[in-house]
């Protein structure tokens, strides 16, 4: 089996990645894929911690009639639904998994405890961090940054709908081209939309490497383990 280049990682999903096809929601054969590779690196030796979105049930932009709080709130909890679903499926196939949320779930889940989610880890069971930060105003991609910093990861993986990070958006711009390699200067100075600002400016002040790549094939999770040349690195 090939050596991973990574002893511990953090894998970044989006709520929306859940959802497959349906769009809404979580689709168990998605949801399912995604977590026989996440088995495949567990069983290299690889250290894994996930950080789960919940766009796939509610986005806190779309409360446009609600207060912000309220409305960040609610997508809050939508995470912990998604992080529920990737427990499951993760110890459905065998995989020992801790739910940790930033907000507190005592019946069904452990409150985040840097020091208890390193002693999950080096034991080799995969943790979910839920909630995001716990506070309105923060993305999932800032939590992201925040607990992979916290948990010394090597790198963040950024599995998206999209295979790396392009110099404009090439749904709209068939002429944009896709960077092999970027900074986060740049990432920020161009407004490229890898991740908000808040969460761009801390991997960049926390030396956290990053790497985009197309979630569609979830075999990609392996490949950017072994560090096979996919996606877009950002450093």
Same mark, same amino acid.
Do not use: W
């Given at each position: 089996?090939?050596?991973?280049?990574?002893?511990?990682?953090?894998?970044?999903?989006?709520?929306?990645?859940?959802?497959?096809?349906?769009?809404?929601?979580?689709?168990?054969?998605?949801?399912?894929?995604?977590?026989?590779?996440?088995?495949?690196?567990?069983?290299m030796g690889v250290q894994v911690a996930i950080v789960v979105g919940g766009g796939n049930f509610w986005r806190g932009r779309d409360g446009h009639q609600m207060q912000r709080t309220t409305a960040d709130y609610m997508g809050i909890v939508a995470?912990?639904?998604?992080?529920?679903?990737?427990?499951?499926?993760?110890?459905?196939?065998?995989?020992?998994?801790? *739910?940790?949320?930033? /907000?507190?779930?005592?019946?069904? $889940?452990? @409150?985040? +405890?840097?020091?208890? &989610?390193? =002693?999950?880890?080096?034991?080799?069971?995969?943790?979910?961090?839920?909630?995001?930060?716990?506070?309105?105003?923060?993305?999932?991609?800032?939590?992201?940054?925040?607990?992979?910093?916290?948990?010394?990861?090597?790198?963040?993986? *950024?599995?998206?709908? /999209?295979?790396?990070?392009?110099? $404009?958006? @090439?749904? +709209?711009?068939?002429? &944009?081209? =896709?960077?092999?390699?970027?900074?986060?200067?740049?990432?920020?100075?161009?407004?490229?939309?890898?991740?908000?600002?808040?969460?761009?400016?801390?991997?960049?002040?926390?030396?956290?490497?990053?790497?985009?790549?197309?979630?569609?094939?979830?075999?990609? /999770?392996?490949?950017?383990?072994?560090?096979?040349?996919?996606?877009?690195?950002?450093?």
């Open positions: 089996m090939a050596q991973p280049k990574y002893k511990r990682v953090l894998l970044k999903l989006s709520g929306e990645v859940l959802a497959g096809e349906k769009g809404t929601g979580v689709d168990a054969q998605t949801v399912g894929k995604i977590c026989d590779k996440i088995k495949e690196i567990v069983e995470t912990a639904m998604n992080g529920l679903a990737l427990l499951d499926a993760l110890e459905a196939r065998g995989i020992y998994s801790r *739910l940790q949320t930033a /907000i507190e779930m005592r019946e069904i $889940a452990e @409150p985040f +405890i840097q020091r208890k &989610a390193e =002693k999950h880890l080096n034991r080799g069971r995969v943790v979910i961090f839920a909630c995001g930060t716990g506070h309105p105003y923060f993305t999932t991609d800032t939590a992201a940054v925040l607990r992979a910093t916290e948990i010394n990861a090597d790198i963040i993986l *950024l599995g998206k709908n /999209i295979d790396g990070v392009y110099t $404009a958006d @090439p749904k +709209i711009d068939k002429t &944009a081209k =896709k960077y092999d390699e970027v900074s986060y200067m740049e990432v920020l100075e161009k407004d490229l939309k890898v991740m908000d600002s808040t969460a761009t400016a801390m991997c960049r002040d926390n030396n956290m490497p990053l790497l985009v790549f197309g979630i569609a094939d979830p075999e990609n /999770i392996v490949r950017a383990v072994k560090g096979e040349k996919i996606g877009t690195i950002v450093k």
